[in-house]
């Protein structure tokens, strides 16, 4: 296993933040929604990022829903847990069973899973899909507040 970096605590004024790590398999829809949430909600907590393990472009409906509550998300960008490779956190969230099962090992002080569907994965209307995109963006931002409020 590679070196860590020896602190995984960041200053953000006066408080310390904990950094979060969310890990899915493309890192374009449920993971992205993660760390955009953590970031905007409790931001003066936790830094959060995320990252996948085969990550593409960013699903445009996860955009859209996105902007529908408010957080602009439209110039993230999938990225590489190698990105990350080497890095401590104090919190690690795989958010699908596939990262669970082919990511390679990240440490955290805890580890978290919690399986959403996979917005990738809806088929049907703009609208139709959209709609299941924002239960999903929902139940991401649930989770998020009764784990980390």
């Given at each position: 296993?590679?070196t860590?970096?020896?602190?995984?605590?960041?200053r953000?004024?006066?408080?310390?933040?904990?950094?979060?790590?969310?890990?899915?398999?493309?890192?374009?829809?449920?993971?992205?929604?993660?760390?955009?949430?953590?970031?905007?909600?409790?931001?003066?907590?936790?830094?959060?990022?995320?990252?996948?393990?085969?990550?593409?472009?960013?699903?445009?409906?996860?955009?859209?829903?996105?902007?529908?509550?408010?957080?602009?998300?439209?110039?993230?960008?999938?990225?590489?847990?190698?990105?990350?490779?080497?890095?401590?956190?104090?919190?690690?969230?795989?958010?699908?069973?596939?990262s669970?099962?082919?990511?390679?090992?990240?440490?955290?002080?805890?580890?978290?899973?919690?399986?959403?569907?996979?917005?990738?994965?809806?088929?049907?209307s703009?609208?139709?899909?959209?709609?299941?995109?924002?239960?999903?963006?929902?139940?991401?931002?649930?989770?998020?507040?009764?784990?980390f409020?």
């Amino acid at each position: 296993m590679g070196t860590l970096t020896p602190c995984c605590i960041i200053r953000a004024g006066d408080c310390m933040v904990k950094r979060v790590l969310f890990i899915c398999t493309h890192n374009s829809t449920r993971s992205q929604m993660a760390e955009a949430f953590l970031n905007t909600l409790y931001g003066d907590k936790y830094k959060a990022h995320s990252a996948g393990v085969a990550p593409p472009k960013i699903n445009l409906y996860v955009v859209k829903a996105m902007a529908e509550v408010g957080i602009d998300i439209s110039k993230n960008r999938s990225k590489s847990i190698e990105e990350f490779r080497g890095k401590n956190f104090n919190y690690v969230v795989t958010v699908c069973d596939s990262s669970r099962e082919t990511c390679p090992f990240f440490p955290g002080e805890k580890i978290f899973h919690k399986e959403f569907k996979d917005p990738s994965e809806f088929t049907g209307s703009e609208e139709e899909i959209l709609k299941e995109v924002g239960i999903v963006r929902d139940e991401i931002r649930e989770w998020i507040k009764e784990n980390f409020g």
